[in-house]
């Protein structure tokens, strides 16, 4: 990168000195965005500042020395989904951060948070401005349950309920209700175990980490005591892995409570299969039907709180309270399975079950939003349709993230992701699909653009005034950093 | 210095939160290298037993692409440790940064250098359960410690670095 200053800094020279006098200083005042050579650079435009987004900046920088890249996001903070939904307790995952800064500091890369794409700037507007637009804003929605009750107090998206402790500015007034004795969670994949994690793990594993302090002093007078994971199917289609399993095992101070009969069959159809499964399955097994060691029985019979999975069942309706203010229980339709492995599917027998709870959350699926009406949107599978990371019918723009593929996966899945956008992106620039030749203003064609509209871009400097501010907050309190939890906040932080 | 001890140093906050791991494989025995609980994450402190910098480990490493790159690294670094300080070109190895967090530095290994680099800890398994073109002989390079006995080996790396939690059609919830 500095290598790169110093080639365009000399070239620049060499030009100054060529011409005279009064051109140079014509050139000295016109230098930055004008001089020949930044001006034939590809500029690219990404939209959303989280794993997706910077993977694929990361990918394009490296692979061509010319293309330079800005990175638009929504909130003045950068990182998505690793700092709002990665659990406050994992923070190894985080690490990707450290790259991640490494690409944002790049001479190459501009950070503009602050900045709403479809509301503060047109992606209309960014196509005229850059050689390509990249979409990667993920998934802000979420699935809905789509049953009655769905609504009523006491009943939250998982995606909410993460964001709420993770220090998500539109969900810091979520104020869950956590006075019940009984949680159910919809849904078994790794978000659902994390929100049973954080719902039992013990005060002094928490105050720990960078979970917010609003969070850790509603959950130390938290009374929930039991937490059930429910899923349609049975044992071995449940959708979370190993790692998280194991996690839920071993959390001190809790047992686990299952139901012997849901893994009826389970011991002989593990045999047959693929090692993760036949791992995940194994585990499960063992935590449900084995005889527990001497040790583990003692942790059991001494734990003051309950977790398990519950199969075979589906929300059919949230029931409330007798003065109808909020969730009280949650009927669930007893399934079956037709078929077996990852293709089995649920059907109704037609019984039902009412569970007793005070807290239902939804952990069945983020979703994507569509941000400019001019752009495809497939509402059915909720993403932008495109074909390798090309959307569809709209030359010049590219997808990467969840929003290509769906709301499924990890970071490391999301990286691989990145890098095929990248490549198709890079593929179009060699081949003239993608026509870099004339010059485009990339940021100085958009920077005027949100100054007329009163909106002022967050750099990536002014981040690091926010990261230095948590981190010090943090510090007083015994964990790696304290977050801001409002925009106006994080400005105020940023711009002094 | 370990790419790990050089992150450390560029970084002292992430002393707190994260740790280098290391598996007592430099005898190519099978131990567990001291660690402590803290709730649920196990972490390693960063010991000293693995850095020892006197002799240096010649690996070979065949790429993506068919490419053979010979490198070598000292003793008790682990071969993710040897891809970041050589800057190995291979894009996105080793994404959690040695803290059993993913599988982006799965790395094949020759049957005779696997089978004597013996035991894999549950949650090395674990993560090496979502590697894609997961083999009988597979490690994560974050895992593997140099030592004399690995002079010479030759790793591969797969195909595609791709985790196994991925999309699939019934939009199974995950997390990172």
Known sequence: MNAHKIVCKSHLLKLLWTSGRSDRIKRLHGVCGRAPFSSCSPKVCIVGAGPAGFYTAQHLIKSRQDVEVDIYERLPVPFGLVRFGVAPDHPEVKNVINTFTQTAQHSRCSFYGNVNVGTDVSVKELQQAYHAVVLSYGAEGNRRMGVPGED???????????????????????HPDLSCETAVILGQGNVALDVARILLSPMDMLKKTDITQPALDLLAESRIRRVLIVGRRGPMQIACTIKEVREMVNLPDTRPEMVAADFKGIAEAVKEVPRPRKRLTELLLKTALDVPTEKEQEKRSKASRVWGFRFFRSPVEVLPAPDLSRAAAIRLAVNRLEGSGEGASAVPTGEVEDVPCGLVISSIGYKSLPIDPLLPFDSRKAIVPNTMGRVQKTAGVYCSGWLKTGPTGVIGTT????????????????????DVSSAKPGSQGVTPLLEKRGVKPVEFSDWEKIDNEEIKRGVAMGKPREKLLSVDEMLHVART | MSAARRLLRF?????????????????????TPPHTSVGNAVLFSGSAQCRRPEGRVTVHFINRDGQKITTSGAEGDSLLDVVVDQKLD???YGACEGTLAC?????????????????????????????YGLTETSRLGC?????????????RVPAGLFDMRRADSSGSSSSA
């Open chain 1, 152 to 174: 009523l107090a006491g009943v939250h998206a998982a995606k909410d309920f993460v964001g709420w402790y993770n220090g998500l500015p539109d969900n810091r007034k979520l």
């Open chain 1, 415 to 434: 990286m691989n992701n990145s890098f095929d956008t990248a490549r198709a992106l890079l593929e179009d620039m060699d081949s003239g699909a993608l």
């Open chain 2, 11 to 31: 970084n002292p906050r992430l002393l707190q939160s994260r740790t280098n791991k290391r598996t007592a494989a430099v005898t190519g025995a099978a131990a």
């Open chain 2, 90 to 92: 291979i894009p996105g």
């Open chain 2, 103 to 131: 599988s982006t530095c799965h790395l094949i290994l020759e049957q005779e250098v696997y089978d004597q680099l013996g035991h894999i800890i549950d949650e090395e398994q674990d993560m090496l359960d979502l590697a």
């Open chain 2, 143 to 155: 895992q593997v410690c140099l030592s004399r006995s690995l002079e010479g080996a030759t790793v």
